[in-house]
């Protein structure tokens, strides 16, 4: 595989002491400009606002789905009929994988650098940015916070048993999706879920249990967010992510 090169980002800082960090991917063709007003509101909640956001950008690269062109992308995807029962789905495990490393070099950064405990860290995304920030939570070698998934699949599904680790065992998960998504469709959020639950075995998140998975749905969201998304998602990091005083972590 070839090197990885070190991505570059934004970032959102804390309002308060900083304790805790969420990386958070976009999707396909955007730019971590794209969600740096939603980090920039959720920061401002006083149960978040010990939490760093970093958002990085995709490099640019030529997308089969884009006639070719490039495009920034975190791997390329040949269309959006996803066989999620094929052992590889049809989709680009090389160029996922690279990107995955890529985006454990900045979970590794903010450990070493800037002395924040891998399960004080939560990388999410969108789209294609949720199925890589799954990817790369689910075969971590580290411990994380929790993962979440806003409009996005499982990636390589029919593999994900052999290369989840230990480590990922029960994390809190987070997947939203909308009913009338008409890029990444409803139903390849819910197969997700479904295998999550069915044949990884994560048990599903309760009101008193944040481990596991927490999956919404939002009646007529198309390929997007929305006010309800984000509300929910605030009082899910709000217990991932506790601040200091409390933590039990």
């Known amino acids: 595989m070839a090197a990885t090169h070190a991505l570059d980002f934004l970032v959102s800082n804390p309002v308060a002491k900083h304790t805790a ?36 950008h995709a490099p640019e690269s030529p997308v089969t789905l884009n006639m070719g062109m490039a495009m920034p992308s975190w791997f390329d995807i ?4 996803l066989d999620l029962n094929a052992p590889d789905g049809g989709e680009d495990a090389t160029g996922m994988l690279k990107s995955s490393m890529s985006v454990n070099r900045l979970i590794t950064a903010e450990i070493d650098e800037a002395g924040i405990p891998a399960n004080r860290i ?7 940015g949720a199925a890589l920030s799954l990817l790369t939570g689910l075969t971590s070698e580290r411990r994380l916070g929790g993962i979440i998934g806003l409009s996005g699949w499982l990636p390589l599904s029919g593999k994900m048993k052999s290369m989840m680790t230990d480590s990922a065992r029960n994390l809190p998960i987070f997947l939203g999706h909308g009913t ?9 959020g819910q197969q997700s879920f479904n295998h999550l639950k069915n044949a990884l075995k994560f048990p599903e998140a309760t009101e008193e249990k944040v481990q596991g998975i927490t999956w919404k749905e939002y009646a007529g969201m198309g390929h997007s967010s ?9 009082v899910w990091l709000g217990k991932v992510l506790p601040a200091e005083s409390q933590s039990t972590s």
């Open 226 to 234: 929305c006010e309800e998304e984000l509300d929910d998602l605030e």
């Open 78 to 81: 040949a269309d959006l009929d």
């Open 21 to 56: 960090s969420v990386i958070f991917l976009h999707g396909l063709g955007d730019s971590g400009l794209g969600w740096a007003p939603v980090a920039k509101m959720l920061g401002r909640h006083p149960s978040l606002s010990h939490i760093k956001w970093i958002l990085p």
């Open 122 to 128: 939560v990388v999410g995304g969108f789209s294609q």
């Open 180 to 188: 009338s998504d008409p890029v990444v469709r409803y139903q390849y």
